[in-house]
């Protein structure tokens, strides 16, 4: 082998150290940073893009920001923060007025902590043994029992609990019409204020006039830290 080919041999073997350095050392960072660069600015563009979801939902729930307002407005006075009986006397007075019945007693417990609902298991029976047919006579079919209607399934919110959910138990003696009372106590029911009646008792005194007993609950949802 000349001394020529020698050389070109050594040319050839340095050039491919250089392009093979130069891949290493130059080309394959430079890829390596630039598929980075890429990742991360797809990665932007989904968050981008998820954040653009996350405004336009806030947005379209922000429209109706007022509508909320009005709600909890209306659920805080129905079920206030404190017992506001005043308040309570004040729209007895006004119903009173509005069904001409003269409210001639009202009368307030002390307030009693709210006891979480029980769930029973409803108590399984067995079927009544059925005679057993005498051969000479056909046994006639016997019908199935209809199902007893099923109750609607318990719902509680673990948010509401003894320390922040009160009941003041409410009695009161109306005067008036039968049928005026009869008002009173449906507008009792969907006042502002949430009243559960729990028992209603009438004593005729002079047609059409009747003395009525009402009992039942108002509730009070103390806020946040109160006791």
């Known amino acids: 082998m000349d001394r020529n080919r020698l050389w070109v041999i050594g040319t050839v073997a340095m050039m491919a150290v250089v392009v093979v350095g130069g891949w290493f050392l130059g080309i394959q960072p430079q890829l390596n940073a630039a598929n980075a660069a890429s990742e991360s600015r797809t990665s932007e563009a989904a968050r981008n893009a998820a ?52 409210v001639t007693t009202i009368a307030v417990s002390d307030a009693k902590a709210y006891t979480p609902p029980v769930i029973v298991a409803a108590a399984v029976t067995g079927a009544a043994a059925s005679p057993t047919p005498s051969p000479t006579a056909s046994a006639a079919p016997v019908a199935a029992a209809p ?24 009695a009161l003696k109306i005067s008036g019409p039968y049928a005026n009372v009869l008002n009173f106590v449906k507008g009792l029911q969907a006042g502002e204020r949430l009243f559960l009646v729990t028992n209603l008792s009438t004593k005729t005194v002079v047609p059409p006039t009747v003395d009525a007993d009402i009992t039942g609950l108002i509730y009070v949802l103390l806020a946040d830290g109160a006791k």
């Not at 659920?75 to 069904?99: C, D, H, I, K």
């Not at 007893?148 to 409410?170: D, E, G, H, R, Y």
């Open 147 to 170: 199902a007893a209607p099923q109750a609607p399934p318990l719902v509680t919110n673990p948010k509401i609990t003894a320390s922040n959910f009160i009941a003041i138990p409410i």
């Open 51 to 102: 954040s653009e979801r996350l405004l336009v939902t806030l947005k379209k729930d922000f429209e109706g920001i007022g509508e909320l307002k009005d709600s909890n407005a209306t659920l805080r006075r129905s079920v206030p923060s404190s017992a506001q009986l005043s308040t309570f006397v004040t729209e007895l007075n006004s119903l009173s007025g509005q069904n001409s019945v003269a």
